[in-house]
């Protein structure tokens, strides 16, 4: 939802009355305050990350990344037909073992094609986040399989764009193929005389270690002695971008936006505290999940529309003022943890803000 101007005037006054209120000279705010930054432990861990998103706009047929895998995995990718007729996508998983293999699917988030960015990248993760998707596939030594869960979902007309994640564990090395083929072809049959495609100047694919981080606060958030703060993520600097390699040819690659990596965020608070997610690197759609003692539930960012941002791009981050958007991540007492990915077709960094309940 979009940050009300109402809502943000409560949140003012309320600052006001700390006597924590800044005055601006900015000709668009009436109001602003700078917030505190919070200080987080961070630790990376988990298997690896398969990334595709290079090219982005795919122009011919051919295979898009490759690499072999074993052990827990996830595999993204985020492709556009950018040609003048229907293409497809496939996934090929091939055992490189004489020995059966099974590739176990433990959760994974699929859209159908589309044409807006927004709505694929939201769609896909929402349906990561929610956990409810799991599928088996087993491989004879040396076999070759399509893994195509949904068929229809994998025809992309001109323009439209395919995006999906998935973790999976792989009891054998196996080499995962993504590839773009002709819309009637044998996509084994194809793969036996496909070029690699050469990336483009984005260079978004690879290969990284260490799938999942996490961030936990370095002392409990306290509202009466830290007021509005925040904790940043993605900007490269606080929260470094992951480097990996591009199998296809050796070279170094940075996941610039630390896509396919999945945050653990850790919070622990002395009094009932509200947080909220903000954009601060232009337009932003995605979900993430919380978990709260006993429940939890997959919150959309934004929950009222399909995406926000317009006005966010504030080169100072740690400043608030009516023009900040942002949605509501909820209230919560005593600990909390978000599990949180940069969505697909999003701009980073975002702030996860914190402010006293009441």
């Known amino acids: 939802m979009r940050f009300e101007k109402k809502l943000f005037a409560a949140i003012m006054a309320a600052i006001a009355s700390l006597g924590a209120l800044i005055p601006t ?27 595709s998103d290079s090219p982005e706009y795919v122009r ?27 293409k497809r996508f496939a996934i090929i998983f091939e055992n490189t073992t004489d020995d059966k293999a099974v590739v176990k699917i433990t959760r994974g988030g699929l859209c159908a094609p589309n044409k807006n960015y927004f709505s694929v990248g939201k769609i896909a993760q929402t349906m990561y986040m929610q956990n409810d998707f799991t599928d088996s596939i087993e491989l004879d030594g040396r076999e070759r399989k399509v893994y195509q869960p949904r068929d229809d979902y994998f025809l992309l007309k001109p323009g439209q764009l395919i995006h999906g994640v998935c973790d999976f564990i792989a009891s ?76 296809t040819d050796g070279s170094e690659v940075v996941n610039y936006g630390n896509y396919g990596i999945n945050y653990t965020l850790n919070f622990r608070m002395k009094f009932p505290t509200r947080f909220y997610l903000s954009p601060l690197g232009g337009h932003y759609a995605g979900a993430l999940r919380y978990r709260y003692f006993d429940s939890s539930g997959v919150i959309q960012t934004p929950q009222q529309r399909l995406y926000f941002g317009d006005r966010s791009r504030n080169e100072n981050i740690a400043l608030m003022t009516d023009e900040t958007e942002l949605t509501e991540l909820g209230s919560y007492q005593g600990q909390v943890s978000f599990e949180y990915s940069p969505p697909g077709a999003s701009n980073l960094p975002v702030n996860i803000v914190l402010m006293p309940s009441n």
């Open 25 to 51: 000279a900015a000709a668009q705010s009436q109001y602003s305050t700078e917030m505190h930054k919070l200080e987080v432990f961070s630790r990376d861990s988990g298997g690896t990350l398969i990334f």
């Open 60 to 86: 011919q047929n051919g295979i898009l990344y490759t690499d072999t895998v074993s052990g827990d995995a996830r595999l993204l990718f985020y492709h556009l037909n950018d040609t003048g007729v229907r």
């Open 172 to 247: 054998k090395p196996v080499r995962i193929f993504l590839m773009m083929y002709p819309e009637k072809a044998d996509p084994l049959i194809f793969l036996t005389y496909a070029e690699i495609l050469p990336k483009d100047e984005h260079r978004l694919r690879g290969t990284f270690k260490h799938m999942n981080r996490t961030l936990t606060l370095k002392r409990p958030y306290d509202g009466e002695r830290d007021g509005l703060s925040y904790v940043l993520i993605g900007d490269n600097v606080s929260d470094p971008f992951k480097r990996g390699i591009d199998a």
